[in-house]
């Protein structure tokens, strides 16, 4: 009987000793979660640059330089499967945005995104410009009303501000809606006045490729600077900067006869916009277009007007440009452009403007 007790006893503090061995194990599996495998799978850096070269004659002065425009990287956090954050920093320039975007709904009907980003005014403005077809990149009509820079009295802003925007899809994707209340001030800038301005935009997209959008802008700037067609408004006044847009664009489906830029349809979009500021107007439009040709080729050409002052004659600009693109790897693509500038009696002469310009980009 002491032996088959010692027996049991004997095989009792095996099992034991097994059990406490598989607890063991598997804290120890717990314990060795690949924190820096979790880490990255939830991290994604993506950047790009572009650089070339251009050459233009305005007045007759003919001017040439090398230029490096944009040097972009940026990381976005997905913290949750709701909850991201964004951080995109140009390194020839300044910190662009940070932002955290948080999906209120199951599916894509409404995200809230907070922080300093790409406002939705106009269809050109929110898209990246490695994906736009011009070396210069926004129309005339886009670059100003938008704020990327060339009204002095809004500055330098790259499209940019601060705010709190709603944005979703509905109907199964078919109508696209973007709400934002931002501060009109443009980034890294604390804002200048107690007013907040409000954009809107719809977009439908009835059938795969096409899409037709509204926009619009209704705010209070404060002025950083002076414009010369609009010599009523000076530095530090407040005034009222409204804007509105409506285009359309379609994309073919994708060209498939290059291993690079695996989507490469043909494509054309067109838009006209407006603006108010103060109590000058602005209004102008752009038609661009581009089309695959052979493997990784494509044509580029567009058509563009803009007058700065409505009410005053010779404030108006129309370019018209040809060009091609070639894709060289995936998003990286080599591009060379002829513009001919026909300006209005203030702005001086018509002139010609060459530019080639290479993007790296992963």
């Known amino acids: 009987m002491k032996r088959k007790t010692c027996k049991q006893l004997k095989m009792l503090a095996v099992a034991m000793a097994m059990g406490v061995c598989s607890v063991a194990n598997a804290q120890q599996k717990s314990n060795d979660i690949d924190w820096t495998k979790e880490f990255t799978s939830r991290i994604t850096l993506n950047g790009y640059a572009q650089g070339g070269w251009s050459y233009q004659d305005p007045n007759g002065k003919p001017q040439n330089a090398y230029n490096l425009k944009r040097t972009l990287l940026w990381a976005k956090a997905r913290i949750t499967d709701r909850w991201s954050f964004m951080f995109m920093h140009d390194f020839s320039s300044v910190v662009q945005e940070f932002y ?9 009907e409404m995200t809230v995104r907070l922080g300093q980003f790409k406002h939705s005014y106009s269809m050109e403005n929110p898209m990246s410009p490695t994906q736009l077809e011009l070396v210069d990149v926004y129309s005339q009509a886009v670059l100003y009303l938008a704020g990327e820079g060339p009204d002095p009295l809004n500055g330098v802003n790259y499209g940019r501000d601060m705010g709190l925007e709603v944005y979703g899809d509905l109907a199964k994707g078919v109508l696209h809606y973007e709400l934002a209340l ?23 997209r009835p059938v795969d490729g096409f899409r037709v959008v509204a926009s619009g802008y209704l705010g209070t700037g404060c002025a950083v600077g002076t414009a010369a067609w609009n010599p009523e408004i000076g530095v ?12 359309a ?10 291993k690079y830029k695996e989507a490469r349809p043909a494509s054309v979009r067109a838009e006209w916009l407006g603006g108010q500021d103060g109590e000058v107007g602005s209004r102008g439009g752009y038609v661009t277009t581009c ?58 002469k018509d002139y010609n403007w060459v530019q080639a310009q290479m993007q790296v980009a992963f």
């Open 236 to 247: 530090g006044d407040n005034y009222k900067r409204n804007r509105y847009s409506v285009g």
């Open 100 to 108: 955290t975007d948080y999906r209120l709904s199951k599916g894509n």
């Open 182 to 204: 931002m501060s009109g001030q443009g980034i890294n800038r604390k804002d200048l006045n107690n007013q907040k301005d409000f954009i809107a935009k719809l977009e439908l």
């Open 249 to 258: 664009e379609y994309k073919t489906s994708p060209y498939t006869g290059s």
């Open 291 to 348: 089309i695959p040709v052979v493997d990784a080729l494509d044509i580029v050409a567009s058509g563009e007007t803009f007058d700065r002052n409505t009410k005053v004659d010779g404030w108006d600009q129309t370019n018209l440009t040809v060009g091609l693109q070639y894709w060289f790897y995936k998003k990286c693509r080599m591009q060379l452009q002829y513009t001919r500038c026909m300006c209005g009696d203030m702005l001086g």
